[in-house]
C-alpha cells in the first residue's frame, strides 16, 4: 500500500524533479551514466547556465540517442555537439536542445567522433546520433561529461530536473513546461 500512496503522491506533486511531468515536454536521456544538475557542471558556462537550463551527465558507453522525436538543426563539424528542436502544441516555442560531449573536446577537431545524422534529419526518440571513442577523449585530456541543455529555457516557464544518480539511455531526465 506504501508503493502505491507514493505513486498516488509523485503523480500529484509532478514526479521526483518537481515539475508537473503530465503537462510538460519530457526530455529522455541521450545516454546512460550519473546524472547532475548543470550547476555542478565541470564546465564553467554550463555549470552559469550561461547556454541554458538542464543536466550534465558523466556517461557510460559510447552512444548518444535521440532523447525526443526531433529535427537535427546541426551537427557541429567537429561532431562532439548536436543541436535538436521539437514543437510541441502545448507550449508556446518549440524546444531547443543542445547535447555537448565532453569538455573542450570541440579541441580533438573530430577525431574520436562519429555522427550517424546531419543537418535537416528529423529523428525518432532513441534513434542513434553520435558515437564517441571514450579512450581517444580521456587520452587527449578531456573530460567525458556531457551536458543536455535546453538552450532556449527563457521561452518556458520552467525546466525541471527529472532524475539524479544513475540513468540508463531512454530515461527521463527533464521537464520542459
Given at each position: 500500500?506504501?508503493?502505491?500512496?507514493?505513486?498516488?503522491?509523485?503523480?500529484?506533486?509532478?514526479?521526483?524533479?518537481?515539475?508537473?511531468?503530465?503537462?510538460?515536454?519530457?526530455?529522455?536521456?541521450?545516454?546512460?551514466?550519473?546524472v547532475?544538475?548543470?550547476?555542478?557542471?565541470?564546465?564553467?558556462?554550463?555549470?552559469?547556465?550561461a547556454?541554458?537550463?538542464?543536466?550534465?551527465?558523466?556517461?557510460?558507453?559510447?552512444?548518444?540517442?535521440?532523447?525526443?522525436?526531433?529535427?537535427?538543426?546541426?551537427?557541429?563539424?567537429?561532431?562532439?555537439?548536436?543541436?535538436?528542436?521539437?514543437?510541441?502544441?502545448?507550449?508556446?516555442?518549440?524546444?531547443?536542445?543542445?547535447?555537448?560531449?565532453?569538455?573542450?573536446?570541440?579541441?580533438?577537431?573530430?577525431?574520436?567522433?562519429?555522427?550517424?545524422?546531419k543537418?535537416?534529419?528529423?529523428?525518432?526518440?532513441?534513434?542513434?546520433?553520435?558515437?564517441?571513442?571514450?579512450?581517444?577523449?580521456?587520452?587527449a585530456?578531456?573530460?567525458?561529461?556531457?551536458?543536455?541543455?535546453?538552450?532556449?529555457?527563457?521561452?518556458?516557464?520552467?525546466?525541471?530536473?527529472?532524475?539524479?544518480?544513475?540513468?540508463?539511455?531512454?530515461?527521463?531526465?527533464?521537464?520542459v513546461?
Amino acid at each position: 500500500m506504501a508503493k502505491g500512496f507514493g505513486k498516488i503522491l509523485e503523480g500529484l506533486l509532478g514526479g521526483k524533479g518537481g515539475g508537473n511531468a503530465d503537462k510538460a515536454f519530457k526530455v529522455y536521456a541521450p545516454m546512460g551514466g550519473s546524472v547532475a544538475p548543470i550547476t555542478s557542471s565541470a564546465d564553467p558556462a554550463h555549470q552559469a547556465e550561461a547556454v541554458g537550463k538542464g543536466v550534465c551527465i558523466m556517461p557510460q558507453g559510447g552512444k548518444i540517442f535521440a532523447p525526443f522525436d526531433a529535427d537535427v538543426d546541426m551537427v557541429f563539424d567537429t561532431k562532439h555537439a548536436i543541436g535538436l528542436s521539437a514543437k510541441a502544441p502545448y507550449l508556446s516555442a518549440a524546444v531547443e536542445l543542445l547535447i555537448h560531449c565532453g569538455i573542450d573536446t570541440v579541441k580533438l577537431n573530430g577525431d574520436g567522433f562519429t555522427a550517424h545524422v546531419k543537418d535537416g534529419d528529423k529523428v525518432k526518440k532513441g534513434d542513434l546520433l553520435l558515437e564517441y571513442d571514450e579512450g581517444i577523449i580521456t587520452a587527449a585530456g578531456y573530460s567525458l561529461e556531457t551536458q543536455v541543455v535546453v538552450t532556449n529555457s527563457g521561452d518556458f516557464k520552467k525546466v525541471t530536473q527529472a532524475a539524479t544518480g544513475i540513468v540508463n539511455a531512454g530515461d527521463l531526465v527533464l521537464c520542459v513546461e
